[in-house]
């Protein structure tokens, strides 16, 4: 008999009932050393205060209005975002697929507006993942995502990561846009080489086309700068952001330059909850602590003391580990045993890590951990490492 609760997840055997910082406690007292936060989520750590404040206060004045009024908290947080980067706009969602939907949409809207309604097709890489929306899973194009949910949304095409040889055969006078995270997450925290991000702009530019840069999991300080692609120098058109942004609490955005959000006009889009008072209260006090020069300095600072001890850690563990990779605070260890062992023989240490794809293991903190938790995480993964390798 299929259970109240759809069996979508193959759950890990644990219930957690409180967190603080970097730590979660399970229903039975055990403490476990979170260091997945939620997938890229909790980014200021369970239960911060200035988040909890800032919830409570406006749940105390008001929860929902809906976006037929303003929400003055919008206007807020938009206007921190535009100040911060590259966008002129910004459109407010629940989630990463929502960003996702509308990213498509504003593609497309983009080029009808401009008399081009036949460049609908949008590049997107092996490996990716923009969530499970029609939409979404049809950019990935892999297996495990589209199986049985035919006929697909039709307009995407898929190319190796980071091959700019092949973006260039795959586009055509139908190419709308290029879609791409500057770092997978789900594909097994790849970063894509400066040069070639780069080259995607060009490219663009060179065709009329728009560059969606996903930072939905590597945006938000997890790299150690406010959003990744500020590595390389190049600007978006549309970026979609959420995970991080909320703390914990739903929420994503699409932020857009003026030129390409023109074709949004009034009718073109909605959402009921998306940018409600909550969210917006919670939002702008993470992005008071996040985008803020020296808040940024100690996460570079952290992540390389992280990766430092981690690569001592793969040198201890050569049977188990292959290697260290990523950037600021979202690092992947490429493993020799399954991975899912290692996440499995993290529970039992009292550490929590995230799977990935090619059989790699996330490292998520909360960009608050400390250097005492640092140090903690590491002789939790050695205990780990030890039990995966006799597994």
Same mark, same amino acid.
């Given at each position: 008999m299929i259970p109240s609760i759809l069996p979508t997840y193959s759950r890990a055997p644990l219930k957690f009932v409180r967190g603080e910082g970097s730590w979660l406690f399970e229903a039975d007292g055990r403490r476990f050393l979170d260091m997945g936060s939620g997938i890229a989520v909790t980014l200021l750590g369970h239960a911060n205060p200035t988040l909890v404040d800032a919830l409570t206060s406006q749940a105390n004045a008001l929860w929902h209005v809906s976006n037929l009024y303003e929400i003055p908290g919008q206007v807020e947080l938009a206007d921190r975002l535009v100040e911060a980067t590259f966008a002129d706009t910004v459109f407010f969602t629940n989630s990463g697929t929502e960003a996702c939907e509308l990213a498509v949409k504003m593609v497309r809207k983009y080029h009808c507006e401009n008399d081009r309604p036949e460049r609908v097709e949008i590049i997107a890489f092996d490996g990716c993942f923009h969530g499970r929306s029609s939409a979404a899973i049809a950019a990935s194009g892999a297996e495990k995502m589209v199986k049985g949910f035919g006929p697909l949304l039709p307009g995407f095409v898929q190319v190796p990561f980071g091959d700019?040889?092949?973006?260039?055969?795959? #586009? #055509?006078?139908?190419?709308?846009?290029?879609?791409?995270?500057?770092?997978?997450?789900?594909?097994?925290?790849?970063?894509?080489p400066d040069e070639s991000l780069k080259a995607l702009r060009q490219i663009c530019d060179d065709m009329g086309a728009l560059l969606i840069l996903d930072?939905?999991?590597?945006?938000?300080?997890?790299?150690?700068?406010?959003? #990744?692609?500020?590595?390389?120098?190049?600007?978006?058109?549309?970026?979609?952001?959420a995970k991080g942004i909320g703390g914990g609490f739903p929420l994503g955005a699409v932020l857009a330059t003026e030129n390409a959000a023109a074709g949004m006009t009034v009718g073109t889009h909605g959402s009921t909850y998306g940018g409600n008072p909550l969210a917006m209260a919670v939002g702008n006090a993470v992005m008071k602590t996040v985008a803020d020069d020296a808040f940024l300095a100690e996460v570079n600072r952290k992540a390389g003391l992280l990766r430092q001890k981690l690569e001592g850690l793969v040198a201890e563990h050569p049977d188990v580990f292959e290697g260290i990779r990523g950037e600021g605070l979202m690092l992947g260890i490429k493993c020799k045993v399954p991975n899912a062992d290692v996440v499995k023989a993290g529970f039992d240490a009292g550490i929590i890590t995230v799977p990935a794809g090619d059989n790699v293991v996330r490292l998520l903190p909360a960009l608050t951990i400390g250097d005492d938790e640092i140090a903690e995480a590491l002789t939790r993964l050695d205990k780990t490492a030890t039990a995966a390798k006799a597994a």
């Open positions: 700019i040889d092949a973006v260039r055969a795959a #586009a #055509a006078d139908s190419c709308a846009a290029i879609i791409v995270e500057p770092v997978q997450g789900e594909g097994g925290i790849v970063p894509l930072e939905v999991q590597c945006g938000m300080g997890r790299t150690g700068r406010l959003f #990744a692609h500020e590595r390389t120098g190049i600007s978006p058109d549309i970026m979609m952001i």
